[in-house]
Each structure stands twice: as C-alpha cells, then as structure tokens.
C-alpha cells in the first residue's frame, strides 16, 4: 500500500486538530450557488467515475440546481491517491476516493479493512461497512481527521494470478508474488509460504514478462486492463481481499452548504454508493468473460485452509490496531 509523504501526513493531522478553524464558519455564508469537483485517478469507464456521475445526476436535481458538480478522470486532477487528497486539503478537489492503507497514515484503524480474509462474501462485507463497523470506522475518521466519510466502495476482490495455478497453501512455497505494500498483507503471504516482493504497479507487466515475479494478486478488471493475463494464464479464486475504498470529502466543503444543499449531497452520497458497487460488479464480470475469451484459466478454491493458515496474521493485526471488538462484530455478521 502506498505511504503518502510526511508533509501530507503531518497536514492531514494539523487540519484534524484545528477541524473548528475551517475556512467556511458555520452559519455564515453557506448556501448560494456551489460547484463541486469530484476527482479520480482511474478512467472515465471505471467504477469511481460512475459513482460521480451518480453523485452528480442526483445532487444536482435534488439541490435545484443550485449544487451542480463537475467530474475529471483519468488523472486531470491528481494522479495518484497522495495528489488527490493534497488537493481536497486546498479546496480544488471536493470528493475523492482512497484506500485503507493511504487513510490509514492518519488514522491507523482504517487498515483493519486491508486484513486478509476478513470477510467470506460480498454480501458479508456489506453488512460489516454499511452497519455498525462501519459506522464506527467513520467516527475514528471524523475525529481524528477534517475528512467526512460518505460511503465505502469497492474495488474489486483480489485473487492470485500467475504462471501455474493453485488449489492449497502448499501449491505457494516458493512462489515470488507481488504483494501489496502492507506488513500485514506481505505477512500473510509468507504464512502461506510465498515470497511477496515490491514491484510498482507500471512496472508489473515487464516483471512478468521477464519471470521477475511469478505471481501477483488483483481483481478481474485490474488484471485484464493491464493486460497481465497475457503472460500470467491462470488465476485462482483465492478470494483474499473483498476491497474496501473509502469516499470522502471535507468537513469544511460540506459545512459551506446550507441544510437543503446538505440533505441533497447526503441522498446523492447514497446513490453514488450503490451505482459505484453495482459498476463494480458489472466490470469484474465483463472482464472475468473476457480473460476466459482470451483463454485464461480459472480455477476454484477451498479458501478454508488459507484462512486458517493466516489467522495468526490476521490476529496479531487486530491486536496492534485495537479493533478487537469490530473484528468481533465482523465475524458475528458471517
């Protein structure tokens, strides 16, 4: 996961500190005519941006016309994680979407939803962020941050990909796979007998090519986008991470809004939510199709035993972030 700068870092805990001191003072000057910018690095096709158009048909009709919203893809506005939350920080990015790892650098309980195999399902995971962990989560953020969280999307579930496939934690042992840049993560990994190894994501391709790595793990569309699947032909529905990202915005852009504006973001903040997961899920199967199509194999796999063979990972995490009471509720939700 990526590690955003110390500058950010110590900005986002200053603003979190002197959240009273927002450029926008409630009560004055709210209202009236507000363009918002939502931003993301990923394409005008992805999830994130159907999410935003969602967000922007609805606030936008339910405001009258009074909020309108403008969307940039593709990067335009920041082209990674670290640019996009600098510029919400300065008022030129309104809306964004980030990972647990990168919210995680101000507020490290977040990363409890990077551990592996923390949940069995997709409809498990939307119990646990849209009920009481979630809401949880969204306080320790609130408090400690001047981010509002809106909702929790997703980005896919990851599964193992590589040269050869697997059915058991054996079939890993020795096995050099790209791992996500979290202890936790690459721990989990040599639990199950591999190898993680650092490879930047625009360089994975070549690293294939080049038998650098054997293995990597991602999602469906991830995988076909980058083309991976032309060297790496087989994926294994490990099923390890059912992904969570986190959709935001300030505390001061949404307090310049007056109570009819702000009760249009919130219903438009809902919409988005679900347009963005239902997109996601139409893009992992499109492109789960199209790796078949260009003769890919897949294959099922008992994720019992990796479950279990992480579980001292996935306990030791919970104990260093204190979320010993969340994990619990999550496992109760199964």
């Known amino acids: 996961?990526?590690?955003?700068?110390?500058?950010?870092?110590?900005?986002?805990?200053?603003i979190g500190l002197l959240s009273g001191c927002s450029m926008f003072q409630a009560g004055s000057d709210r209202g009236g005519k507000v363009k918002l910018?939502?931003?993301?690095?990923?394409?005008s096709k992805s999830a994130f941006a159907e999410g935003f158009r969602e967000f922007k048909k609805v606030v936008e009709k339910e405001s009258d016309g009074t909020v309108?919203?403008?969307?940039?893809?593709?990067?335009?506005?920041?082209?990674n994680e670290d640019e996009l939350?600098?510029?919400?920080?300065?008022?030129?990015?309104?809306?964004?979407?980030?990972?647990?790892?990168?919210?995680?650098?101000a507020v490290k309980e977040v990363d409890f939803f990077a551990l592996p195999y923390l949940f069995e399902s997709r409809d498990h995971w939307k119990k646990a962020v849209d009920g009481e962990v979630g809401h949880t989560v969204t306080k320790m953020v609130e408090q400690k941050t001047d981010f509002k969280i809106l909702g929790y999307w997703s980005a896919g579930v990851r599964n193992y990909y590589g040269f050869q496939p697997i059915e058991e934690?054996?079939?890993?042992?020795?096995?050099?796979?790209?791992?996500?840049?979290?202890?936790?993560?690459r721990d989990?990994?040599?639990?199950?007998?591999?190898?993680?190894?650092?490879?930047?994501?625009?360089?994975?391709y070549q690293a294939l090519q080049n038998q650098v790595v054997d293995a990597a793990e991602n999602d469906f569309t991830n995988i076909y986008q980058a083309s991976h699947h032309e060297t790496a032909k087989y994926i294994s529905l490990t099923q390890h991470d059912y992904t969570t990202r986190l959709f935001f915005t300030s505390q001061q852009t949404f307090d310049a809004l007056d109570e009819k504006q702000q009760q249009a973001f919130m219903k438009a903040a809902k919409a988005a939510t679900e347009a963005a997961r239902k997109a996601d899920d139409q893009l992992a199967e499109e492109s789960k199709q199209k790796l078949k199509k260009a003769g890919v194999k897949i294959n099922k796999?008992?994720?019992?035993?990796?479950?279990?063979?992480?579980?001292?990972?996935r306990e030791k995490a919970v104990q260093q972030l204190g979320m010993e009471a969340l994990y619990q509720k999550v496992q109760e939700l199964k």
């Open 301 to 313: 796999v008992d994720t019992q035993p990796f479950v279990e063979k992480t579980e001292p990972v």
């Open 1 to 14: 996961m990526k590690k955003m700068g110390i500058t950010l870092l110590a900005s986002i805990l200053m």
């Open 68 to 79: 309108t919203v403008e969307v940039h893809t593709n990067g335009d506005l920041g082209g």
């Open 169 to 185: 934690p054996e079939d890993l042992k020795g096995i050099k796979i790209r791992s996500q840049d979290s202890p936790t993560v």
């Open 85 to 105: 939350v600098q510029n919400l920080q300065s008022g030129s990015v309104d809306l964004v979407v980030a990972s647990p790892g990168f919210m995680a650098q």
């Open 37 to 43: 910018i939502a931003a993301t690095q990923l394409d």
């Open 188 to 204: 989990a990994w040599k639990a199950l007998g591999a190898q993680p190894t650092s490879v930047a994501w625009n360089e994975m």
